[in-house]
Nanobody, 119 residues
Framework: QVRLLESGGGLVQAGGSLRLSCAAS????????MSWYRQAPGKERELVAT???????NYADSVKGRFTISRDNAKNTVYLQMSSLKPEDTAVYYC?????????????WGQGTQVTVSS
C-alpha cells in the first residue's frame, strides 16, 4: 500500500520561505512522476510543480522562479522549496504520486499540509 506523508507546512510572513517534504513508501510499481498540488479555500485543487522519473520539472506560472521541486531517491522523498512566499500561496498543499500499473496509472495522495502566508 502506497503511503505519502507530507510535512513542513506552517505559518510564515510574506517574503519568507518554507520547505515541504513528502516521504513515500510502499510503491511496488514504477513511479512515473511526483507532484505538489494545492487547494485554497473555495478554490479547486491546482497543480503547483511536478518532477518526473527522468527528473524533468514543470511549474505553474504563478510559482515559477519562486518554488523548486526536487527529490532524494535514497530517501524516497520529494521536496518543495518555497521562497518569496505571498499571501496568495496560502493553501493546503498535497503530495501526489503517479505510479504505472498494468495498463493504467494510479494516483496516490497525501493527507495535506497547511501553508499560511501572512501579509
Amino acid at each position: 500500500q502506497v503511503r505519502l506523508l507530507e510535512s513542513g507546512g506552517g505559518l510564515v510572513q510574506a517574503g519568507g520561505s518554507l520547505r515541504l517534504s513528502c516521504a513515500a513508501s510502499g510503491s511496488i510499481f514504477s513511479v512515473v512522476a511526483m507532484s505538489w498540488y494545492r487547494q485554497a479555500p473555495g478554490k479547486e485543487r491546482e497543480l503547483v510543480a511536478t518532477i518526473t522519473r527522468d527528473s524533468s520539472t514543470n511549474y505553474a506560472d504563478s510559482v515559477k522562479g519562486r518554488f523548486t521541486i526536487s527529490r532524494d531517491n535514497a530517501k524516497n522523498t520529494v521536496y518543495l522549496q518555497m521562497s518569496s512566499l505571498k499571501p496568495e500561496d496560502t493553501a493546503v498543499y498535497y503530495c501526489n504520486q503517479k505510479v504505472a500499473g498494468p495498463g493504467t496509472i494510479y494516483n496516490y495522495w497525501g493527507q495535506g499540509t497547511q501553508v499560511t502566508v501572512s501579509s
